[in-house]
């Protein structure tokens, strides 16, 4: 219950920032940078590969590595966190956007002295895209398959804000 308010919490942000936007730029750098490995730090939340503060690393070629760390600590609560990896192959892109195949894990808990979670490993593989939204920004969406270690699979987004340095 709680991930599914993280969630919905995350979309009304994001929804939120792309309104604000009048007009998405296209960034003249991000088109000479194809050649170049670029990093990218944000925030990035799902089922798949966790909740929290990003790393994304995109090497020279079509391959992207994104890391996941979150840890969360309320006022008379039990400890969240979670840890979480992706990787992501490029299918297409341009100056503002590009789409690819995904695919993420990550480890989730939440107890004082032991997880409360039943499922706490998760693995998730499928489709998204990252588009350009001022610069430097930008915002990917993914749809996972996503399975839990107790067995469930669902088909469930995934969201990410990152800024890159080129």
Same mark, same amino acid.
């Given at each position: /219950?709680?991930?599914? *308010?993280? /969630?919905?919490?995350?979309?009304?942000?994001?929804?939120?920032?792309?309104?604000?936007?009048?007009?998405?730029?296209?960034?003249?750098?991000?088109?000479?940078?194809?050649?170049? *490995?670029?990093?990218?730090?944000?925030?990035?939340?799902?089922?798949? *590969?966790?909740?929290?503060?990003?790393?994304?690393?995109?090497?020279?070629?079509?391959?992207?590595?994104?890391?996941?760390?979150?840890?969360?600590?309320?006022?008379?609560?039990?400890?969240?966190?979670?840890?979480?990896?992706?990787?992501?192959?490029?299918?297409?892109?341009?100056? *503002?956007?590009?789409?690819?195949?995904?695919?993420?894990?990550?480890?989730?808990?939440?107890?004082?002295?032991?997880?409360?979670?039943?499922?706490?490993?998760?693995?998730?593989?499928?489709?998204?895209?990252?588009?350009?939204?001022?610069?430097?920004?930008?915002?990917?969406?993914?749809?996972?398959?996503?399975?839990?270690?107790?067995?469930?699979?669902?088909?469930?987004?995934?969201?990410?804000?990152?800024?890159?340095?080129?």
């Amino acid at each position: /219950m709680k991930l599914q *308010s993280l /969630m919905v919490v995350c979309l009304f942000i994001v929804a939120t920032i792309h309104t604000v936007q009048a007009q998405v730029a296209v960034s003249n750098v991000k088109g000479d940078a194809f050649g170049k *490995s670029v990093y990218g730090l944000g925030f990035s939340g799902g089922p798949a *590969s966790g909740v929290g503060i990003s790393y994304r690393y995109h090497t020279e070629g079509k391959s992207s590595l994104q890391a996941v760390f979150g840890i969360f600590k309320p006022k008379n609560t039990d400890t969240f966190y979670s840890f979480g990896a992706e990787y992501q192959l490029d299918l297409t892109r341009s100056n *503002s956007a590009r789409f690819f195949f995904g695919a993420a894990s990550s480890y989730y808990y939440n107890g004082a002295g032991g997880n409360n979670y039943s499922a706490p490993f998760r693995f998730g593989a499928g489709l998204g895209g990252e588009f350009l939204l001022q610069d430097a920004v930008h915002f990917t969406f993914q749809g996972l398959f996503t399975y839990f270690s107790d067995g469930t699979i669902l088909p469930l987004p995934q969201l990410a804000i990152h800024y890159y340095f080129y």
